[in-house]
């Protein structure tokens, strides 16, 4: 069984950045797609970010392209979200999950993800 632990979540002020980390055991890593996504109070889940099983492919939701960037180190079986010019919008859980796959574009759909972090919170206030 895949598991994925976040950390890095915390509370900043509007402006400031924070990075996210994605830890994953049990399954290769590095065959795999990796993706960020987040779920704020009272609303549906939302892609954020993905990076494809090489590192060839980013996608990102609009709201944040130019502020967040996902990356992977899959020698150390992690991915993680650069998250700077934070807003109070982007107060949410954040989850990683995986896709399993080997694909060249990335999946931005919660239905294409196999396995699921616990998530870990950002709150940015104003």
């Known amino acids: 069984q895949a598991r994925l632990i976040e950390s890095g979540g915390g509370s900043v002020q509007a402006g400031g950045s924070l990075r996210l980390s994605c830890t994953a055991s049990e399954f290769t890593f590095d065959f795999y797609t990796m993706g960020w996504f987040r779920q704020g109070p009272g609303k549906d889940r939302e892609f954020v970010a993905g990076v494809n099983w090489n590192g060839g492919s980013t996608d990102y939701v609009d709201s944040v392209k130019g502020r967040f960037t996902i990356y992977r180190d899959n020698a150390k079986n992690t991915v993680y979200l650069q998250m700077n010019s934070l807003k109070p919008e982007d107060t949410a859980v954040y989850l990683c999950?995986?896709?399993?796959?080997?694909?060249?574009?990335?999946?931005?759909?919660?239905?294409?993800?196999?396995?699921w972090g616990q998530g870990t919170q950002v709150t940015v206030s104003s």
């Open positions: 999950a995986t896709e399993l796959g080997q694909f060249d574009t990335v999946s931005t759909t919660t239905f294409r993800y196999d396995y």
